[in-house]
């Protein structure tokens, strides 16, 4: 199983991108390490709002994904460079000020990957 540090997988996140929605929220993700494979989110937790799974869409590439397109059988390269947004609905949880945001996904190699990072919202 590969190991990767904290502090790289934090840079995936886009500062800044943390968005509410009519119905949800997003937040933005950029590929700077190198070329991947995402086999699924698990799910997304902002502040103490868990939105699971069947709640969670990426899209990148053009493509809209649910937690049904994305598996371990069918994982999704995520290659260097290449963005994509996370949006999840169903329920508010941003606030204004200092936003506490953790993504649970699955890598094929890695296993689970968390990315716990912070981002304000004004």
């Known amino acids: 199983m590969v190991v990767v540090p904290e502090f790289l997988i934090r840079r995936i996140y886009k500062k800044g991108s943390l968005k509410k929605l009519e119905n949800g929220v997003s937040v933005e993700l950029k590929n700077v ?11 997304v937790k902002i502040n103490d709002v868990v939105y699971e799974a069947k709640d969670v869409k990426f899209i990148t590439a053009g493509k ?4 049904d ?8 390269a995520f290659r260097l460079g290449q963005e994509g947004t996370l949006v999840m609905t169903g329920q508010e949880s941003v606030v204004s000020g200092v936003n ?23």
């Open 33 to 43: 390490l190198g070329p991947g494979f995402i086999s699924g989110f698990n799910y």
């Open 100 to 122: 506490k945001i953790l993504i649970e996904a699955m890598n094929p190699e890695a296993g689970k990957v968390q990315l716990s990072v912070e981002d304000t919202f004004a």
């Open 69 to 76: 397109d994305v598996s371990e059988e069918n994982p999704l």
């Open 64 to 67: 809209e994904l649910t937690k």
